[in-house]
């Protein structure tokens, strides 16, 4: 199995055994990257559940909505991908338009309620 998430699709949920080459990658893009030949095509596919760690099979001509479930831990591994997208920004919202987080919210001591605000001079010896 492939060591490396694909740094193609964040939240690829399994990995792909390549039918060319007997290796597993996470998405096609990581095949390419890695490999000098195409991509096999096939109509059996064989993954790998990164969720429950286990191998299963599917056939691609006969594919059901109901095949898009590992069949051993029933993770949806159909879904949307999340690829990357270039950003700048600034983490967190815009202190001019709300600076809740520049404020201190914790309750104020009182100053006159201290330990060292007592006379403690009669107990000293």
């Not at 193609?8 to 996470?26: E, M, T």
Request: glycine share 4%.
């Amino acid at each position: 199995m492939s060591p490396l998430m694909s740094k193609h699709i964040f939240n690829a949920q399994v990995s792909i055994r390549a039918p060319c080459c007997k290796r597993w990658f996470d998405c096609a893009e990581c095949h390419a990257e890695a490999e000098d030949h195409m991509l096999g095509k096939t109509t059996e596919m064989v993954f790998v559940c990164k969720k429950c760690k286990k191998a299963f099979r599917k056939d691609m001509s006969n594919y059901e909505e109901s095949d898009e479930f590992c069949p051993h831990c029933d993770n949806h591994y159909v879904i949307d991908a999340k690829t990357p997208q270039a950003v700048i920004g600034v983490e967190g919202e815009d202190a001019r338009v709300d600076a809740r987080m520049l404020k201190d919210d914790r309750v104020q001591q009182d100053p006159t309620r201290s330990i060292f605000s007592r006379d403690f001079s009669d107990r000293v010896g």
